[in-house]
């Protein structure tokens, strides 16, 4: 009876199930193992497992039952089969005695297990990379304080200290000074203590022994009873941030760069100043022209440079009469207390007088000007000074174009002091330029282009010292990669006029070379602007014909014979053959 009960209850189990002997014959396999493996029990029962499966599988059975023979326990292997992740596990049958009679398998599908174990696991995976990627140092501790994991930033902050052995240490056996170590471990007994994240500033030695303030966070962790089992920290570092606000509350008033009152002293004067004793009140607003050019061809300190002088000007008209603000970047404001139109009308007309006879290098001292005056206290003084700014705006649109045309004429005159022969070569290469452009059936508008590139194409050389561009010996390695550096600074000098964008780029990659090996991009063929391979041809044909202070001019066939040798390696060859058919008639 018990034997059919047995039979029935292994029948019914829903897994493929089987009984083997110790030598892995058959004795028995459960229907469910009929229908996955088809095969019927009377058909394999008292067979060698090696009969019924392949060799390969029967070979790794024999094995695994070996193993549970020896082991007298259960045995669990698991083997991805045609896609799917399958669980193996035997049990020895012992006897009486304590021997085994036989052996049972059951196989498990847990594939669905694994894949969810997998998604588990990436989830881990990309929540530890983040955690990893943070710059701030986070780590967890349990109820004794004792560090359970912690993120790269704190691994890397004790290994610089030759401290390795962290996971299931607490600060006390980990941290250089006891005192403080001690107070991180009361501040933990206080987040799980009272169940309140804690947030407070201390001060730190860093591994370069340089004192840097850090700000920490930490945070109870509860568990489903509500019971707190540890604490997750964070720590930042906020020297930087700290020096900052020190350094904004210092400038809280004055300007650093000019000297002058700042936004936020405006918001105060105003305030002041929009009283009956103070009216009729003047208001002067005013944009300093060419900043953004000046920033972008000479650079931000000579910008800075421009800001201060204009700032000069200001304060020196003004005087006693009011007050100058730096209002933005380029933005400066004047509130005069007491004053018409007329007294606004004399300082505006000083300011520009003065901005003319000052005497600065590159650029003439321009501000686009703008005033009114509030005689009452109706309506919102913020609408008065949208009325001025609108004032400003139109006399800067009108000063704009002829700012730039200023600026870039001095910039070339700049270049020839720097270098006697440059209007000369520039000229040269500009007529050669374009006559090849004439024999490429160029449009007049891509001529117009063609010879204002060949007159700027040197315009960057203005930043380089003229002890460099003069040297009569070779330039040393270092010297040539600053002399190289002119290419991209013209590109900056003429990309800041908007109107000049196409000439900019050919500026930039003259010298380029049709294989590639040329500087600043490598670009090469058809890469590099067609101006500018002509440009490249012309300058280069110039420079060999003509002498420089570090080598003597060379023949025009030697400089025919020169440029066709590197035709198809530095030079665009059908422009060399164009450019020769033109010279040679």
Same mark, same amino acid.
């Given at each position: 009876?018990?034997?059919?009960?047995?039979?029935?209850?292994?029948?019914?189990?829903?897994?493929?199930?089987?009984?083997?002997?110790?030598?892995?014959?058959?004795?028995?396999?459960?229907?469910?193992?009929?229908?996955?493996?088809?095969?019927?029990?009377?058909?394999?029962?008292?067979?060698?497992?090696?009969?019924?499966?392949?060799?390969?599988?029967?070979?790794?059975?024999?094995?695994?039952?070996?193993?549970?023979?020896?082991?007298?326990?259960?045995?669990?292997?698991?083997?991805?089969?045609?896609?799917?992740?399958?669980?193996?596990?035997?049990?020895?049958?012992?006897?009486?005695?304590?021997?085994?009679?036989?052996?049972?398998?059951?196989?498990?599908?847990?594939?669905?297990?694994?894949?969810?174990?997998?998604?588990?696991?990436?989830?881990?995976?990309?929540?530890?990379?983040?955690?990893?990627?943070?710059?701030?140092?986070?780590?967890?501790?349990?109820?004794?304080?004792?560090?359970?994991?912690?993120?790269?930033?704190?691994?890397?902050?004790?290994?610089?200290?030759?401290?390795?052995?962290?996971?299931?240490?607490?600060?006390?056996?980990?941290?250089?000074?006891?005192?403080?170590?001690?107070?991180?471990?009361?501040?933990?007994?206080?987040?799980?203590?009272?169940?309140?994240?804690?947030?407070?500033?201390?001060?730190?030695?860093?591994?370069?022994?340089?004192?840097?303030?850090?700000?920490?966070?930490?945070?109870?962790?509860?568990?489903?009873?509500?019971?707190?089992?540890?604490?997750?920290?964070?720590?930042?570092?906020?020297?930087?941030?700290?020096?900052?606000?020190?350094?904004?509350?210092?400038?809280?008033?004055?300007?650093?760069?000019?000297?002058?009152?700042?936004?936020?002293?405006?918001?105060?004067?105003?305030?002041?100043?929009?009283?009956?004793?103070?009216?009729?009140?003047?208001?002067?607003?005013?944009?300093?022209?060419?900043?953004?050019?000046?920033?972008?061809?000479?650079?931000?300190?000579?910008?800075?440079?421009?800001?201060?002088?204009?700032?000069?000007?200001?304060?020196?008209?003004?005087?006693?009469?009011?007050?100058?603000?730096?209002?933005?970047?380029?933005?400066?404001?004047?509130?005069?207390?007491?004053?018409?139109?007329?007294?606004?009308?004399?300082?505006?007309?000083?300011?520009?007088?003065?901005?003319?006879?000052?005497?600065?290098?590159?650029?003439?001292?321009?501000?686009?000007?703008?005033?009114?005056?509030?005689?009452?206290?109706?309506?919102?003084?913020?609408?008065?000074?949208?009325?001025?700014?609108?004032?400003?705006?139109?006399?800067? +649109? #009108?000063? /704009?174009? $002829?700012?730039?045309?200023?600026?870039?004429?001095?910039?070339? !005159? =700049?270049?020839? @002091? *720097?270098?006697?022969?440059?209007?000369?070569?520039?000229?040269?290469?500009?007529?050669?330029?374009?006559?090849?452009?004439?024999?490429?059936?160029?449009?007049?508008?891509?001529?117009?282009?063609?010879?204002?590139?060949?007159?700027?194409?040197?315009?960057?050389?203005?930043?380089?010292?003229?002890? +460099? #561009?003069? /040297?009569? $010996?070779?330039?040393?390695?270092?010297?040539?990669?600053?002399? !190289? =550096?002119?290419? @991209? *600074?013209?590109?900056?000098?003429?990309?800041?006029?908007?109107?000049?964008?196409?000439?900019?780029?050919?500026?930039?990659?003259?010298?380029?070379?049709?294989?590639?090996?040329?500087?600043?991009?490598?670009?090469?063929?058809?890469?590099?602007?067609?101006?500018?391979?002509?440009?490249?041809?012309?300058?280069?044909?110039?420079?060999?014909?003509?002498?420089?202070?570090?080598?003597?001019?060379?023949?025009?066939?030697?400089?025919?014979?020169?440029?066709?040798?590197?035709?198809?390696?530095?030079?665009?060859?059908?422009?060399?053959?164009?450019?020769?058919?033109?010279?040679?008639?």
């Amino acid at each position: 009876m018990f034997q059919e009960i047995y039979k029935a209850f292994l029948e019914n189990i829903p897994w493929p199930t089987w009984i083997s002997s110790v030598d892995a014959k058959i004795l028995f396999i459960n229907k469910p193992y009929e229908a996955v493996y088809n095969m019927k029990l009377e058909e394999v029962q008292g067979k060698h497992f090696k009969e019924i499966v392949p060799e390969k599988i029967a070979e790794r059975y024999y094995n695994e039952l070996m193993q549970c023979i020896e082991s007298k326990e259960i045995c669990k292997n698991e083997a991805l089969v045609n896609g799917k992740y399958l669980e193996c596990t035997l049990f020895p049958i012992l006897n009486e005695k304590e021997k085994i009679d036989a052996v049972a398998g059951m196989i498990f599908d847990v594939t669905e297990q694994r894949r969810r174990e997998k998604e588990l696991k990436n989830g881990k995976d990309i929540l530890r990379t983040i955690i990893d990627s943070l710059p701030e140092v986070i780590f967890y501790k349990d109820k004794e304080s004792r560090f359970l994991g912690y993120n790269k930033a704190f691994e890397r902050y004790y290994n610089q200290r030759g401290i390795y052995d962290i996971k299931g240490r607490t600060d006390l056996e980990i941290y250089g000074d006891q005192e403080v170590a001690k107070q991180f471990i009361t501040l933990d007994k206080e987040v799980m203590e009272y169940k309140e994240s804690k947030r407070y500033e201390q001060k730190i030695i860093d591994g370069n022994g340089i004192m840097r303030i850090e700000e920490n966070i930490k945070v109870p962790v509860l568990g489903e009873d509500g019971e707190a089992w540890g604490v997750v920290g964070l720590s930042r570092d906020i020297t930087d941030k700290k020096a900052l606000d020190e350094k904004l509350k210092y400038i809280s008033e004055i300007d650093a760069l000019t000297g002058l009152y700042n936004r936020y002293s405006f918001e105060e004067k105003i305030n002041l100043y929009t009283r009956e004793e103070y009216l009729p009140l003047g208001m002067i607003m005013g944009d300093v022209n060419g900043l953004k050019l000046v920033n972008d061809t000479l650079g931000h300190l000579e910008g800075d440079e421009l800001l201060k002088s204009i700032a000069e000007v200001l304060k020196k008209v003004c005087k006693a009469k009011g007050h100058v603000f730096r209002w933005g970047g380029d933005e400066f404001f004047i509130l005069i207390p007491n004053c018409t139109e007329s007294m606004c009308e004399e300082m505006m007309t000083e300011i520009r007088e003065s901005c003319e006879n000052y005497e600065k290098q590159f650029i003439q001292l321009s501000i686009a000007l703008g005033e009114d005056v509030k005689y009452n206290l109706d309506g919102n003084i913020y609408d008065d000074i949208r009325c001025i700014e609108e004032k400003v705006y139109r006399q800067k +649109l #009108l000063d /704009k174009k $002829s700012m730039k045309s200023s600026v870039l004429h001095t910039m070339k !005159k =700049t270049l020839e @002091e *720097k270098n006697m022969e440059t209007r000369e070569h520039a000229d040269r290469v500009a007529n050669n330029a374009v006559s090849i452009g004439r024999a490429m059936g160029f449009k007049m508008s891509e001529l117009d282009e063609l010879e204002l590139t060949a007159e700027l194409h040197d315009i960057g050389k203005i930043t380089i010292a003229e002890e +460099l #561009l003069l /040297k009569p $010996s070779k330039l040393t390695e270092e010297e040539f990669e600053i002399l !190289k =550096t002119h290419a @991209e *600074k013209g590109y900056r000098i003429i990309h800041a006029c908007g109107e000049l964008i196409d000439v900019a780029k050919s500026v930039l990659t003259h010298h380029e070379r049709w294989d590639g090996s040329g500087y600043p991009l490598g670009l090469k063929e058809d890469e590099i602007p067609l101006m500018a391979r002509i440009i490249s041809i012309a300058d280069a044909y110039d420079v060999m014909t003509h002498d420089r202070v570090y080598k003597s001019a060379i023949s025009q066939e030697e400089a025919f014979e020169e440029l066709r040798r590197n035709a198809g390696t530095q030079f665009d060859p059908q422009i060399v053959e164009v450019f020769i058919e033109y010279l040679v008639q």
